[in-house]
């Protein structure tokens, strides 16, 4: 079946303009994750949605970034007013609901680059 | 979340045993070890997990100390392809993160001909 999606795959932006990044999940799983990875960097949780829960955003790193989720399925990461330090492959994940076991699924990732 | 120490770089000559430690010695009782990896330019792979017994997939095996304080990740027939980041993460019940995981430094292992 269809993997994880994510677009666009590539996106250059100026600083001071926003972006949207698009996830489209595995058809079923009820939790979706947003991370991001700096050059060089492990992956950095941002944040967590579970079915229609309020998603915790507890890894936002600040309040220019903001994701909603729609309808269950398809999430929409916003960064407002970018600066050059969210340059950075921004990825997706998913997975079924809240077994402790089960694994996360990535996306190919956003390459978002701020000039 | 108990926290995992991995060698930073690892080789492999193809078709040998790539045997991948970590350690995670303030692991708790309910706490599983996963292996993820990610090849260059894409995203992070699933591979395999385990409580307290070997597990052993498709992909890889995974060996657990009897005190649950160390694992190793061995793929058996290591390949190019195999050239990756090896992430080693321990994780608990969840938090108000869910299942978010907590990526470390990895190792990266290359594979050569």
């Known amino acids: 079946g269809a993997g994880v999606s994510q677009s666009p795959s590539n996106k250059v932006t100026e600083k001071g303009k926003d972006v949207e990044l698009r996830c489209d999940p595995i058809s079923g799983h009820t939790a979706l994750y947003w991370y991001r990875q700096s050059l060089g960097q492990g992956l950095e949780f941002l944040i967590y949605?579970?079915?229609?829960?309020?998603?915790?955003k507890s890894g936002l790193p600040s309040d220019r970034f903001s994701a909603e989720r729609t309808g269950g399925s398809v999430s929409t990461l916003t960064i407002q007013r970018t600066q050059q330090e969210d340059s950075a492959v921004y990825l997706c994940a998913s997975s079924y609901s809240t077994g402790e076991t089960y694994e996360q699924y990535f996306g190919p990732g956003t390459r978002l680059t701020v000039t | 979340d108990a926290k995992t120490t991995q060698p930073p770089s690892m080789d492999c000559a193809e078709g040998r045993a790539a045997n991948l430690p970590c350690n995670h010695s303030t692991i708790s009782g309910n706490e599983y070890v996963y292996w993820y990896r990610q090849i260059h330019s894409q995203g992070p792979q699933y591979i395999i997990h385990g409580l307290k017994n070997n597990e052993t997939n498709e992909m890889a095996s995974l060996i657990i100390t009897e005190d649950r304080k160390s694992s190793t990740l061995i793929l058996p027939h290591a390949t190019l392809r195999d050239t990756a980041v090896y992430y080693c993460?321990?994780?608990?019940?969840?938090?108000?993160?869910?299942?978010?995981?907590?990526f470390g430094k990895g190792t990266s292992l290359l594979v050569t001909p």
């Open positions: 949605f579970q079915g229609n829960s309020a998603p915790d």
């Open positions: 993460i321990v994780r608990s019940k969840p938090s108000n993160s869910g299942y978010a995981l907590n």
